[in-house]
């Protein structure tokens, strides 16, 4: 489904990638991993169109990502959870999910209704604006901005930090469930429990490198690794 061959990416004159190859596969979920600063949301950014990398290339069901937009890129069938979230202040809930509903072919239709029905806290505050929602609250909000475009693969950054544990839970109950529903996920986040749990294949980035990569269930019992690649 994606394929990143030898990613390269700069900021300026100072690279960050250097050579980053991955892949996710249909119905499959991936982790990248990596302490701060080696190039995990640089990659992610490269990949949705925020970046124009220097060399290498990515392709998305054999369509080649080089010359498009970012706009254009998520049309394909990208769900994006960008670090930060990134959500309109002064809409309110409804208005912002509404917003963002599409229907696409050969994908599950995803709809107000049902984020809703995902994220019960969500239908409460639905009529609230955007911007006046807790931190657990806000993300939640940008997971379902994400799946009412109906996405073919799901692109979170930092999905649960510095959320509250009941919170976080929650999104790991979700993103399970997607997973079950086949849905492609490719997920950055720093619970490697968790992660592992979902994750059918990680990778780890070291100073913009592919330091590590292989099965979630090789990776959870190498706490030499773990340490080594992620601790800190």
Known sequence: MLNVAGLEASYG??????????????????????????????????????????????????????????????RLGFGYVPEGRRIFQHLTVQEQLDAFVRKRDNARNWNTADVFELFPALAARRR??????????????AIGRALVTSPRLIILDEATEG????????????????????????????????IMALADYAYILNKGTVAWSGTAEALLPDRETQQRLLAV
């Open 128 to 141: 609230s604006a955007s911007g006046l929602l807790s931190g657990g609250e806000q993300q939640m909000l």
């Open 13 to 74: 004159s100072s690279q960050v990638l250097f050579g980053v190859s991955l892949t996710v596969s249909e119905g499959q979920a991936v982790a990248l991993l990596g302490r701060n600063g080696m190039g995990k949301t640089t990659t992610i950014k490269s990949i949705v169109g925020a970046l124009t990398p220097t060399r290498g290339s990515i392709t998305f069901n054999g369509t080649s990502l080089a010359k498009l937009r970012d706009y254009e890129i998520c």
């Open 163 to 194: 959320l509250a544990p009941v919170i976080r839970d929650r999104i790991w109950s979700v993103l399970a469930e997607l997973k079950r529903q086949k849905l492609s996920i490719l997920i950055v986040d720093k619970n490697i429990d968790d």
